[in-house]
């Protein structure tokens, strides 16, 4: 069986949050199995047994094979006496203890990867607040899958393409994709989702010389900015810092690369290997 291992890191971060948003008891969840309408249930936080671990959830089956099915949230007060769902896992809830549970799709590019599940131990209505922690939970999640994608993308295009020649319309869409993800990055919470978003950001700029100037990550973001076009105040919006920020990175990044103009600048860090 495939993994969507992706998917399974940022539903286990999730559920942290979700606990931690809530005040929830338990929480636990897990990916679609690729190729297979289940879910497989791998995450669990705050259970006391083991009996949802490794339980497969097929689509359209109890409470969170219905959220897979209408790819939209569902919840229920009393999962044991339920009339809304089927009952093939009662066991397994009935042997958590589990009463009133929330399941919410993780829905990327219209197909289900995962569901989040948050529940309580007594039969009592979970109330707006939790429905919609529980709801931005799972957005959070396909946020972070949504970028995963692209980067996984980019990485694979820049290890299977040549490099397009340089001054050429495709060059410049590469520059573009560089700015794209170089402005991007600063908003990823996640440390190593940014670091991945960087390094693909990094195959990108693959310049001719050897990269013996060192700049500052911001550095790289204005210069990335200033390349494309933009002034001080458009490059600040773009990377949501103030104009006098931008001024005091661009000549910092001007005086290591021993340039006296913005031009200047960006021809030395593509030749230094730091731009495409």
């Not at 940014?194 to 100037?213: K, M, Q, Y």
Request: aromatic share 2%; net charge positive; glycine share 10%.
């Amino acid at each position: 069986m495939t993994v969507d291992a992706a998917a399974t890191a940022e539903i286990g971060r999730a559920l942290v949050r979700l606990r931690r948003s809530t005040g929830l008891p338990v929480a636990f969840g897990g990916p679609v199995e690729p190729g297979r309408p289940r879910v497989r249930i791998s995450e669990l936080n705050g259970t006391a047994t083991d009996s949802l671990r490794r339980l497969a959830v097929t689509a359209g089956n109890g409470l969170g094979g219905k959220a897979v099915a209408l790819a939209r949230p569902c919840a229920v007060t009393d999962y044991s006496a339920s009339r809304q769902i089927t009952h093939e896992y009662d066991a397994a809830v009935a042997a958590e203890g589990l009463c009133s549970v929330v399941a919410v799709p993780v829905v990327v590019r219209r197909r289900v990867r995962g569901v989040l599940y948050g529940a309580l131990r007594t039969a009592q209505p979970l109330g707006d607040r939790t429905l919609t922690a529980a709801v931005d939970a799972a957005r959070d999640v396909e946020q972070a899958l949504v970028v995963r994608d692209e980067v996984q993308g980019l990485l694979e295009a820049a290890e299977s393409r040549p490099a397009p020649a340089e001054g050429g319309a495709a060059w410049e869409q590469v520059r573009e994709a560089h700015a794209a993800l170089r402005a991007l990055a600063p908003r990823i919470g996640d440390p190593a989702l940014r670091a991945e978003l960087l390094d693909a950001a990094g195959l990108l700029a693959v310049g001719s010389g050897p990269r013996a100037v060192q700049l500052a990550p911001r550095e790289v973001d204005v210069l990335t900015c200033v390349a494309a076009g933009a002034t001080n105040a458009a490059a600040a919006g773009r990377l949501g810092l103030r104009a006098e920020t931008v001024k005091g990175y661009l000549r910092s990044a001007m005086r290591k690369l021993g340039a006296h103009t913005r031009g200047e600048a960006v021809v030395a860090a593509r030749r230094a290997g730091l731009l495409p």
